[in-house]
């Protein structure tokens, strides 16, 4: 490889944080990133819309048991208390102590449309919150475990999950009814298999599906009795206790799923019968707004074919509406819009490469599209569990809102077109990622945004993007108090020209004259870019602040697939995941950083979680370009992953043993080249924790040392404050031990 293959072009503006003149003594640490005042330093309010267009908030930056829900006006912009938090927190002490001590009223499970009333989930039960009031209503107080409250469309029923069946609680009379049987440990009705839940519907328990008219639900049945199962030893108990889980490992039996509607008034399901059809996932459920039919979307094994189909709730007949294929993997999403015309719905489909908006008719005919261009469609945020690019339909004039990476691949902008497609306007202009959520009649829109040199702020505007109220300000307090360093937006050029989206945090007084080691940050997995004009704070982007801090250039580089630039390019790892496509693309960017003058090109180390971990030990045993790396949970071997998730990319193994034995971590631990150490929870339910005894296993073998951190009972997250503040500290002290760090 040659250097004069690789090209660098600096942003125009280095993205400066701060001032000088700000400068302080005080530093970051360990104790301060996962303190209370560290986690919610940079917050933003949490929020609902209601049907009324008034707002919930819930600040969390107030001392915990001073947090309550407030209602926030739009038209004069002003918010007050709705909820006695004191009052609320003292009932729940005198229900649950001690099983489940509350310090704060916490943000709901969920709210019924008018804002009357809030759903809690604590210790397996539900309570429902009269808003007016503040007095709690128990639903549930059983043996049993009960989850997955959601509210009518009406507000007048809650329905919740016991057992694995599904149930309606009656506002008004406050009696329940049981609407499903024969769950069990195997059969699964309104509650979605862990594989579901994990790979397919954003970790968000969606198993069902409220009729827009209150009058049925639409839900998925699981049977996972063929799954094999997985185990987890709970080490507390004096005996310990084994957990047992279905995973499926790719290339074996997936659950069994299909989906049903079941009337409230009589508790009969109708199958949804998708005929001759094929299918492997049902990967979507959606009602249409009449609230007689649904769309059905369902994926094959190797999920290079979505078919939607309508189904006639009384009947469980359907209709094929249409196909969605690509030669590598058809994206689920939740851009599908249905108009009030009744005639035609939306679409978003990569067919030409990138991520764009179609308009078809209720047969499945392309009417015409909507917008194009080299550049994708990109979700901003929004609820919870849903991938939407669409921010919102405006039927009245005609207008579709959405974000998008138009303007630049490492910002997230809205933007809006006419359903012919003309005139598509820039609705944000601050330079940065927007996250955008319309009320529900559209009258206005809450923007949380921010930018590498700038914190969150949350801010209302109206559809033409002017501000109207300031809710949280973006606040340069932390920065300052810190001395935070600019980040430098980068692009570096692959081996082949390929433009590679990276940025850059030098050290704290950098003098250009010297040396530094560094950091590479690293994830690296299909549309999941790293490098975003976005800010980096909380936990890890603070964590790599204090590394400035200590004399250590930090530096990111998305490859080709996880920039997210097209689906052309993502398409470049199939078969391969984690293969020679993202590895060259990495060396290529490492190779440029070593060229800089003031990098010392024997201190440079790696590190990454989950994909990032995995891409570590790549990285790792497939050059010898660093020093030495962390990786936390990684995946070491794909057939220890899951189907979905693996299948998605790799196919089943099959039918591609060649692409599963070349990526194998696992396989080539002997080759690892640097120091290592390899951290993973014990309970890791998503790469579970034999993914680094196989891996440890082969360094064993070879004779080659390592560092470990284990976790126990945490999963992949390792996410409570303590365990947290554990891995970063050991992660400092790695690095301290094995790079040549300042002070």
């Known amino acids: 490889m040659k250097l004069s293959r690789i090209f660098i072009c600096i942003a125009a503006t280095m993205l400066v944080i701060g001032d000088a003149s700000f400068a302080q003594d005080e530093r970051l640490s360990i104790e301060w990133i996962f303190s209370e005042e560290g986690k919610q330093a940079d917050s933003v309010p949490l929020h609902a819309w209601l049907d009324s267009g008034q707002a919930i908030l819930y600040d969390k930056r107030p001392p915990k048991n001073e947090r309550t829900l407030e209602i926030f006006n739009?038209?004069?912009?002003?918010?007050?208390?709705?909820?006695?938090?004191?009052?609320?927190?003292?009932?729940?002490?005198?229900?649950?102590?001690?099983?489940?001590?509350i310090e704060e009223l916490g943000w709901p499970n969920a709210f019924d449309p008018t804002g009357r009333w809030a759903v809690y989930e604590k210790s397996d039960n539900i309570f429902v919150l009269d808003l007016r009031s503040s007095k709690l209503i128990t639903v549930t107080m059983t043996d049993a475990k009960e989850k997955s409250a959601r509210f009518s469309p009406d507000g007048k029923w809650l329905a919740f999950i016991r057992d694995n069946d599904l149930y309606v609680?009656?506002?008004?009379?406050?009696?329940?009814?049981?609407?499903?049987?024969?769950?069990?440990?195997?059969?699964?009705?309104g509650t979605l298999s862990w594989v579901y839940w994990e790979e397919l519907f954003g970790r968000v328990d969606q198993g069902y599906f409220w009729a827009p008219d209150s009058r049925s639900i639409a839900y998925l049945q699981s049977d996972e009795s063929g799954v094999g199962e997985m185990h987890y030893v709970d080490f507390e108990p004096y005996l310990p206790r084994l957990i047992r889980q279905r995973h499926p490992k790719p290339g074996t039996a997936n659950p069994r799923v299909r989906a049903g509607?079941?009337?409230?008034?009589?508790?009969?399901?109708?199958?949804?019968?998708?005929?001759?059809?094929?299918?492997?996932?049902?990967?979507?459920?959606?009602?249409?707004?009449?609230?007689?039919?649904?769309?059905?979307?369902?994926?094959?094994?190797?999920?290079?074919?979505?078919?939607?189909?309508?189904?006639?709730?009384?009947?469980?007949?359907?209709?094929h509406v249409m196909r969605e294929t690509n030669e590598g993997w058809v994206n689920v999403h939740d851009d599908l819009w249905f108009l009030d015309d009744g005639e035609h719905f939306v679409w978003l489909s990569e067919r030409d490469g990138h991520a764009h908006l179609y308009m078809f008719d209720m047969n499945g005919e392309l009417a015409h599209q909507i917008t194009s261009g080299e550049w994708a469609l990109r979700p901003s945020g929004g609820i919870a569990g849903l991938d939407r690019s669409v921010a919102y339909i405006d039927e009245r004039d005609r207008w579709i809102y959405f974000t998008s990476l138009a303007s630049a691949t490492t910002e997230r902008h809205l933007y809006r077109v006419h359903f012919d497609g003309s005139g598509m306007e820039k609705i944000t202009h601050s330079a940065g990622a927007h996250a955008i959520y319309f009320q529900p009649d559209g009258n206005y829109y809450f923007d949380r945004s921010s930018a590498l040199d700038r914190p969150p702020s949350f801010v209302l505007h109206q559809p033409s993007g002017e501000s109207v109220t300031t809710v949280t300000a973006s606040t340069q307090?932390?920065?300052?108090?810190?001395?935070?360093?600019?980040?430098?937006?980068?692009?570096?050029?692959?081996?082949?020209?390929?433009?590679?989206?990276?940025?850059?945090?030098?050290?704290?007084?950098?003098?250009?004259?010297?040396?530094?080691?560094?950091?590479?940050?690293?994830?690296?997995?299909?549309?999941?870019?790293?490098?975003?004009?976005?800010?980096?704070?909380?936990?890890?982007?603070?964590?790599?602040?204090?590394l400035a801090d200590n004399g250590v250039v930090v530096f990111y580089v998305d490859n080709r697939s996880a920039a997210g630039k097209s689906k052309t390019d993502a398409n470049s790892i199939v078969r391969q995941l984690y293969g020679p496509v993202e590895l060259n693309d990495l060396l290529d960017g490492v190779e440029w950083l070593k060229a800089q003058p003031y990098i010392d090109d024997t201190q440079v180390g790696v590190w990454g979680w989950s994909g990032g971990g995995s891409m570590t030990l790549q990285s790792m045993t497939g050059s010898k370009e660093f020093a030495a790396g962390v990786a936390v949970a990684p995946v070491a071997d794909w057939r220890y992953y899951d189907t979905i998730y693996t299948e998605r990319y790799m196919k089943r193994p099959q039918d591609n043993e060649a692409g599963y034995e070349s990526s194998s971590n696992a396989g080539r631990a002997g080759d690892l080249h640097g120091r290592l150490m390899i951290v993973h929870?014990?309970?890791?339910?998503?790469?579970?924790?034999?993914?680094?005894?196989?891996?440890?296993?082969?360094?064993?073998?070879?004779?080659?040392?390592?560092?470990?951190?284990?976790?126990?009972?945490?999963?992949?997250?390792?996410?409570?404050?303590?365990?947290?503040?554990?891995?970063?500290?050991?992660?400092?002290?790695?690095?301290?031990?094995?790079?040549?760090?300042?002070?």
């Open 477 to 546: 307090s932390i920065p300052q108090r810190f001395d935070l360093q600019p980040w430098e937006l980068l692009i570096v050029k692959a081996r082949d020209g390929f433009e590679m989206p990276a940025m850059m945090l030098k050290p704290r007084f950098f003098d250009a004259e010297k040396t530094y080691p560094a950091v590479v940050y690293v994830y690296g997995g299909p549309s999941a870019p790293t490098v975003v004009n976005a800010w980096t704070g909380r936990g890890r982007g603070y964590f790599h602040q204090m």
């Open 169 to 189: 609680w009656s506002i008004k009379d406050q009696e329940e009814q049981r609407l499903t049987s024969g769950g069990s440990e195997t059969l699964l009705n």
């Open 74 to 101: 739009p038209a004069n912009g002003r918010r007050k208390a709705i909820a006695d938090a004191e009052k609320v927190i003292a009932e729940f002490t005198e229900l649950l102590q001690p099983d489940d001590p």
């Open 681 to 743: 929870g014990t309970y890791d339910d998503n790469v579970h924790p034999q993914n680094t005894w196989s891996f440890t296993d082969g360094l064993i073998e070879a004779g080659i040392t390592y560092d470990m951190m284990i976790y126990p009972m945490r999963k992949h997250g390792i996410s409570d404050d303590a365990a947290q503040a554990h891995v970063y500290k050991s992660m400092l002290e790695f690095w301290q031990r094995n790079l040549a760090l300042g002070d």
């Open 261 to 319: 509607v079941v009337q409230l008034d009589d508790a009969e399901t109708t199958w949804v019968d998708l005929g001759s059809y094929p299918y492997e996932y049902v990967a979507r459920v959606k009602w249409l707004p009449d609230s007689k039919q649904l769309a059905v979307q369902t994926l094959n094994r190797p999920q290079t074919e979505l078919d939607i189909f309508f189904a006639d709730a009384e009947t469980g007949r359907t209709s």
